[in-house]
T-cell receptor
Framework: ETGVTQSPTHLIKTRGQQVTLRCSSQSGHNTVSWYQQALGQGPQFIFQYYREEENGRGNFPPRFSGLQFPNYSSELNVNALELDDSALYLC????????????FGNGTRLTVT | RKEVEQDPGPFNVPEGATVAFNCTYSNSASQSFFWYRQDCRKEPKLLMSVYSSGNEDGRFTAQLNRASQYISLLIRDSKLSDSATYLCVVNPPGSARQLTFGSGTQLTVLP
């Protein structure tokens, strides 16, 4: 069974730039969620995708956007990067439905300078 | 008020000690509850789900008190490998798989 994989592992960007983070979900999982984890904090929900459509969104501005592809992999795009966007970005996959646990990828550590 | 609140610690305990973490949540209609473990600079990993009847997995025991909106995790016979941050996690109603995480409680088990 292939787990959740994310790329890249680390990334350094300049304020104002745009970034795309990628995630391959665990085999058989059709739901992908993205979380942002700032240093010393718990992960914060950004949004979730199910069957290629956004299925819920947290308190993040529109410059955070995403996609899910037919193979259930996903992208997180952030435009007009701000210094406060520096964080660990976590992708998690699961089966649809309330009972199944989330399986997280290793994350992408984004630094905005 | 934060949706999920935890004591950030740190908790520094000797090997073999028993340690308990507490967590409160604000949405009384929440349905699913979990404890995740996160090692330094790693991703969170599911430790255990929390059920109303309480549940145990080896040295770990989780309890849920819906009336008080309170969740606990008890670790018995602490091992050095238990050193990590423990995240209390709640699934609010009407939000399939959109988990709300606490800020985490840091545990260090000392030799």
């Amino acid at each position: 069974e292939t787990g959740v994989t994310q790329s890249p592992t680390h990334l350094i960007k300049t304020r104002g730039q745009q970034v795309t983070l990628r995630c391959s979900s665990q085999s058989g999982h059709n739901t992908v969620s993205w979380y942002q984890q700032a240093l010393g904090q718990g992960p914060q929900f950004i949004f979730q995708y199910y069957r290629e459509e956004e299925n819920g969104r947290g308190n993040f501005p529109p410059r955070f956007s995403g996609l899910q592809f037919p193979n259930y992999s996903s992208e997180l795009n952030v435009n007009a990067l701000e210094l406060d966007d520096s964080a660990l970005y976590l992708c998690a996959s699961s089966l649809a439905g309330g009972g199944s646990p989330l399986h997280f990828g290793n994350g992408t550590r984004l630094t905005v300078t | 008020r934060k949706e999920v609140e935890q004591d950030p610690g740190p908790f520094n305990v000797p090997e073999g000690a028993t340690v308990a973490f507490n967590c409160t949540y604000s949405n009384s209609a929440s349905q699913s509850f979990f404890w995740y473990r996160q090692d330094c600079r790693k991703e969170p990993k599911l430790l255990m789900s929390v059920y109303s009847s309480g549940n145990e997995d080896g040295r770990f025991t989780a309890q849920l008190n819906r009336a008080s909106q309170y969740i606990s995790l008890l670790i018995r016979d602490s091992k050095l490998s238990d050193s990590a941050t423990y995240l209390c996690v709640v699934n609010p109603p009407g939000s399939a798989r959109q988990l709300t995480f606490g800020s985490g409680t840091q545990l260090t088990v000392l030799p």
